[in-house]
Nanobody
Framework: QVQLVESGGGLVQAGGSLRLSCAAS????????MGWFRQAPGKEREAVAV????????SYADSVKGRFTISRDNAKNMVYLQMNSLKPEDTAVYYC?????????????????WGQGTQVTVSS
């Protein structure tokens, strides 16, 4: 079992930066692949970035490549999402998710555990 708590969301102007954090509990955290997803009003949940259990593999949605960076610290049970050059279309609730099977799929259905989400709002 893994419990996830996101933090770091807020209101920022276009072109600004935010760093999201995800604190995980559970002794099996380091064996989980992790992902950040987002959901805007009226839209389906979509992948933003995923990272393997070791941190050696990452994958990003085309819309955030070159702007966002996912990382993890297994010693601290933390996952991060550094978001730079934010755009109004990045506005959404951002969720942290864990895949105990190690899947680095960009499909939400591959992830078993989810946090409650943190709101990111980018003003133009």
């Amino acid at each position: 079992q893994v419990q996830l708590v996101e933090s770091g969301g807020g209101l920022v102007q276009a072109g600004g930066s935010l760093r999201l954090s995800c604190a995980a509990s559970g002794r099996t955290f380091s064996s989980n692949a992790m992902g950040w997803f987002r959901q805007a009003p009226g839209k389906e949940r979509e992948a933003v970035a995923v990272i393997s259990w070791s941190g050696g593999y990452t994958s990003y949605a085309d819309s955030v490549k070159g702007r966002f960076t996912i990382s993890r610290d297994n010693a601290k049970n933390m996952v991060y999402l550094q978001m730079n050059s934010l755009k109004p279309e990045d506005t959404a609730v951002y969720y942290c998710a864990a895949s105990p099977f190690g899947s680095t799929s960009l499909r939400p259905r591959a992830y078993t555990y989810w946090g409650q989400g943190t709101q990111v709002t980018v003003s133009s």
